[in-house]
């Protein structure tokens, strides 16, 4: 029987799922939350933070305690191409079995790319040229704390992305990068720095905009359907 261990960089990505399986109250940075499901599956999430060593550090820990058999990685993307548009979902898997699952819940299989720094327009654009999905900030460092190759633990590796802004569109980069706390893997937007942004480039306004009533629609799809997905394994 599957023993996935659930991921989820940020408590913005894992409060619907806290909060469906019980766990509210643990939602916060580096928290977890043990659940099963209702075939008998034993569940585990963890609040790991953005892409950083120390979020990685946290998912090793987690790993190293829980011994899972899956990794399954939830959380949002920016669009690469033009045909995926904010709240809808792509997956990468390894796992047959989980990529059956999502495909039944009507999510599709596609190529994800890495980015270590927050990719603009222009790089979603590139990256669409080359096939790729969608783009994320986490995978490649949780990946690599997610076991050894050349020992017996080496759990399978899903990610599950929801579109938050599509390919055209992106977070102003000064912007998302000064929300991440790459010391800590925490994310905090302040609107000190939204305003500061908006009067040095006040075009960025209207990016800003755009941004979130993208963010916003695709919020509402996740907190729906992860939960849901995540219930199905």
């Not at 894992?14 to 099963?36: D, E, M, N, P, S």
């Not at 299989?109 to 270590?116: C, H, L, M, P, Q």
């Not at 790729?132 to 050349?150: H, I, L, N, P, R």
């Amino acid at each position: 029987m599957k023993r996935p261990l659930i991921v989820f960089p940020t408590t913005f990505e894992a409060g619907a799922a806290f909060g469906f399986f019980g766990g509210a109250l643990k939602c916060r940075l580096g928290g977890k939350c043990k659940f099963t499901l209702a075939n008998g599956t034993e569940c585990e999430a963890l609040v790991a933070g953005v892409g950083c060593e120390k979020s990685a550090s946290r998912v090793r820990e987690a790993a190293e305690s829980f011994c899972p058999t899956d990794i399954i990685l939830c959380g949002f993307a920016g669009a690469c191409g033009g045909g995926m548009e904010p709240g809808e979902f792509v997956f990468e898997s390894g796992s047959a079995d989980i990529a059956k699952a999502l495909s039944k819940r009507g999510m599709r299989a596609g190529k994800i790319a890495f980015s270590e720094t927050v990719a603009d327009a222009a790089e979603k654009e590139r990256l669409g040229k080359l096939g790729y999905d969608a783009v994320e900030m986490e995978s490649e460092f949780f990946k690599a704390a997610a076991g050894d190759e050349d020992g017996d633990f080496k759990p399978v590796f899903t990610q599950i992305r929801c579109i938050s802004d599509a390919a055209g569109t992106s977070l102003p980069a000064p912007l998302a990068e000064g929300a991440i706390d790459r010391a800590t893997g925490a994310l905090k937007l302040s609107p000190w720095t939204a305003i500061r942004e908006i009067l040095r480039n006040p075009p960025a306004a209207v990016s800003l905009a755009k941004f979130a009533r993208a963010a916003a629609r695709a919020k509402g799809e996740y907190d729906i359907k992860i939960p849901q997905a995540l219930s199905s394994l």
